[in-house]
């Protein structure tokens, strides 16, 4: 599979596209009426809500629930994996970005989010890469780390979802409803659809699991991602 996997929050469900298209194979409702931050592990989707302010593990691309635990923000927004944790973000002051232990709500570092509305995060296979709402921009931090080493206007002035495909930024914004391919880490679009629905959230890419990966520093190997 090298498909783009989305949310929205009007219908509350989330959808498998054919490649990144606005064709769509498979969808499933949402664990709870306010769907945010969803990404992919390898074999099953990890999602958030912000109504059950919670994150959930899917048996893969489904609705069944094999696992859940309280997010560490009242708001949980985005969510991504690095291989062997979670990684997540939450908009109620202080907001933060917080390292998981494996899928748990057991906490293992956090850092100050960019800004004051933090929504998507993702993982390159060596630094986070974050949006925020406030400042409607896309950010590359040092590592898990405050440190920014780069940032450009989102393609969209209220920016939602981001992930990484291996290459570029794919990433989601719920004014103009679509999601954008971006040239690497840049504000350069190089393709974009309609969004299933009016408000995508989050946005994730399941081909990014076949290569591998540089882990998270002081990370053991695990699962070769990029």
Known sequence: MTNVISSDRIVAKHFLHSGFSAILTSSYAAPNIV???ITWDGTNVISDDQNANKHFLHSGFSAVITSSYAAPNANA????????????????????????????????????????FPT???????NVISSDRTVAKHFLHSGFSAILTSSYASPDA??????????????????????FLHSGFSAVITSSYASPNAEPKGITWDG???????????????????
């Open 158 to 179: 209220v920016p939602t979802g981001i992930t990484w495909d291996g290459t570029n930024v794919i990433s989601a914004g719920q004014v103009v409803d679509k999601h």
């Open 120 to 126: 998507g995060i993702t993982w390159d296979g060596i």
């Open 77 to 116: 927004t985005g969510i991504t994996w690095d291989g062997i944790n979670v990684i997540s973000a939450g908009r109620t002051a202080p907001q933060k970005h917080f390292l998981h232990s494996g899928f748990s709500a057991v906490l293992t570092s956090s850092y100050a989010a960019p800004n004051t």
């Open 208 to 226: 990014r699991y076949y290569i591998a990966y540089i882990p998270r520093m002081g990370a053991t190997l695990g699962p070769f991602i990029i």
């Open 35 to 37: 769907p945010y931050g």
